[in-house]
């Protein structure tokens, strides 16, 4: 497909796929915010033959050039699980990345939903890479600082070329800021002390030395706790263990909690040290200078000062029982003693209540809003 200076190609191999690969390092180049992803990680996500995702989805890359250079990407993604799961015909689009050109990001847009209405699909909505599972959402506002660990980043104008091609608001994320160098709230420490006199419940660090063991019975509960979700899938056992494969070295037993009623887990809570504070410096390189660059941020300079609460649920028969505040109490005082005065709690759906007005309850301000698009196809 060509528009006068605006060509469309197949992305899905050769030197297209690695330049899909490498256009977001060159195309924020000079963005000081935005947080290079670890490349060899990025070629796992984009390579449907090693990511687990796509052994129920598929993919199609698609890449725009410009007078013949490169000036945007997106991919568009039929995800089998979700459409089971929700009984929808709906197609997603992500890994989204343009320049301010309203005809090259329509051309991106049309080549994808083309594709998705060849194969049935009647909705379309993104942004996800390539699911809710991962990093999903636009950022709306606060371009001015980097994002967190696995939170997106784009420029201002992305919203613009999304909405002029005619989607629309489908649902906002809310990402809280939270301040640890305030005391705890006391509503938190009396309602964790009510529970701990009344409940069998024990909330413990995750075991390291077992750590595959752990992930299992976590992976249960995550697929349990948060089913009800919008927009929800339920993570195989294959892409949890991937997940959590990636994640090992950053995990910090003291902030990745498990709730247990003797020995069935029927909670968990993840927070993470926010990486991302080392990760900018690395241009998305560990070798062969950038582990030395990474330790270096994160040991000698000490420069990650902040956590991101990823990911808290409790399954349904054991909801509204303080369980939940026990995991905010241990968090925020682990968080304290290990360093971390600072935190983000994201991204919550917004109508999400409960999890809402915990965020609030422990201080939490909303600075940060994501957006998630859809339109007919």
């Given at each position: 497909?060509?528009?006068?200076?605006?060509?469309?190609?197949?992305?899905?191999?050769?030197?297209?796929?690695?330049?899909?690969?490498?256009?977001?390092?060159?195309?924020?180049?000079?963005?000081?915010?935005?947080?290079?992803?670890?490349?060899?990680?990025?070629?796992?996500?984009?390579?449907?033959?090693?990511?687990p995702f796509y052994q129920h989805a598929e993919v199609r890359f698609f890449l725009a050039l410009r007078?013949?250079?490169?000036?945007?990407?997106?991919?568009?993604?039929?995800?089998?699980?979700?459409?089971?799961?929700?009984?929808?015909?709906?197609?997603?689009?992500?890994?989204?990345?343009?320049?301010?050109?309203?005809?090259?990001?329509?051309?991106?847009?049309?080549?994808?939903?083309?594709?998705?209405?060849?194969?049935?699909?009647?909705?379309?909505?993104?942004?996800?890479?390539?699911?809710?599972?991962?990093?999903?959402?636009?950022?709306?506002?606060?371009?001015?600082?980097?994002?967190?660990?696995?939170?997106?980043?784009?420029?201002?104008?992305?919203?613009?070329?999304?909405?002029?091609?005619?989607?629309?608001?489908?649902?906002?994320?809310?990402?809280?800021?939270?301040?640890?160098?305030?005391?705890?709230?006391?509503?938190?420490?009396?309602?964790?002390?009510?529970?701990?006199?009344?409940?069998?419940?024990?909330?413990?660090?995750?075991?390291?030395?077992?750590?595959?063991?752990?992930?299992?019975?976590?992976?249960?509960?995550?697929?349990?706790?948060?089913?009800?979700?919008?927009?929800?899938?339920?993570?195989?056992?294959?892409?949890?263990?991937?997940?959590?494969?990636?994640?090992?070295?950053?995990?910090?037993?003291?902030?990745?909690?498990?709730?247990?009623?003797?020995?069935?887990?029927?909670?968990?809570?993840?927070?993470?040290?926010?990486?991302?504070?080392?990760?900018?410096?690395?241009?998305?390189?560990?070798?062969?200078?950038?582990?030395?660059?990474?330790?270096?941020?994160?040991?000698?300079?000490?420069?990650?000062?902040?956590?991101?609460?990823?990911t808290m649920g409790v399954i349904e028969e054991y909801r509204n029982r303080g369980i939940d505040a026990?995991?905010?109490?241990?968090?925020?005082?682990?968080?304290?003693?290990?360093?971390?005065?600072?935190?983000?709690?994201?991204?919550?759906?917004?109508?999400?209540?409960?999890?809402?007005?915990?965020?609030?309850?422990?201080?939490?301000?909303?600075?940060?809003?994501?957006?998630?698009?859809?339109?007919?196809?």
């Amino acid at each position: 497909m060509a528009s006068n200076r605006i060509q469309i190609i197949d992305a899905g191999s050769g030197k297209a796929w690695k330049t899909f690969v490498h256009f977001p390092y060159r195309f924020y180049r000079d963005n000081p915010n935005w947080v290079p992803p670890l490349l060899m990680d990025q070629k796992v996500l984009l390579n449907p033959a090693k990511h687990p995702f796509y052994q129920h989805a598929e993919v199609r890359f698609f890449l725009a050039l410009r007078d013949g250079k490169p000036a945007g990407r997106v991919a568009a993604i039929l995800d089998h699980k979700h459409n089971e799961v929700h009984a929808e015909k709906t197609g997603f689009f992500g890994f989204f990345e343009c320049i301010d050109d309203r005809s090259v990001s329509g051309a991106l847009f049309d080549s994808g939903r083309a594709w998705l209405k060849e194969r049935g699909m009647n909705r379309f909505r993104g942004p996800v890479n390539p699911s809710q599972n991962e990093d999903c959402g636009l950022l709306l506002n606060d371009f001015d600082s980097p994002p967190v660990i696995m939170m997106t980043y784009n420029p201002p104008y992305y919203k613009d070329l999304i909405e002029a091609y005619g989607f629309q608001k489908a649902m906002d994320l809310y990402a809280y800021f939270l301040d640890g160098r305030k005391g705890m709230p006391e509503k938190l420490v009396h309602v964790v002390e009510a529970l701990q006199k009344r409940s069998r419940v024990v909330i413990r660090p995750v075991d390291l030395k077992n750590y595959d063991e752990e992930c299992k019975k976590i992976w249960t509960v995550y697929n349990m706790a948060w089913q009800k979700n919008w927009g929800f899938v339920p993570m195989t056992e294959a892409e949890f263990a991937h997940l959590a494969k990636n994640l090992r070295q950053a995990v910090v037993p003291e902030l990745a909690l498990v709730a247990e009623v003797g020995i069935q887990p029927i909670g968990f809570s993840l927070a993470l040290p926010d990486m991302n504070q080392a990760l900018i410096k690395l241009n998305g390189r560990l070798f062969p200078f950038g582990l030395l660059k990474l330790l270096w941020h994160t040991k000698v300079r000490n420069c990650v000062n902040q956590v991101r609460i990823i990911t808290m649920g409790v399954i349904e028969e054991y909801r509204n029982r303080g369980i939940d505040a026990a995991f905010y109490y241990h968090t925020w005082k682990n968080g304290n003693r290990l360093g971390y005065d600072q935190g983000e709690m994201s991204w919550i759906l917004e109508n999400n209540t409960m999890m809402n007005r915990s965020a609030e309850m422990l201080g939490g301000r909303i600075y940060r809003t994501y957006r998630m698009f859809e339109m007919n196809v």
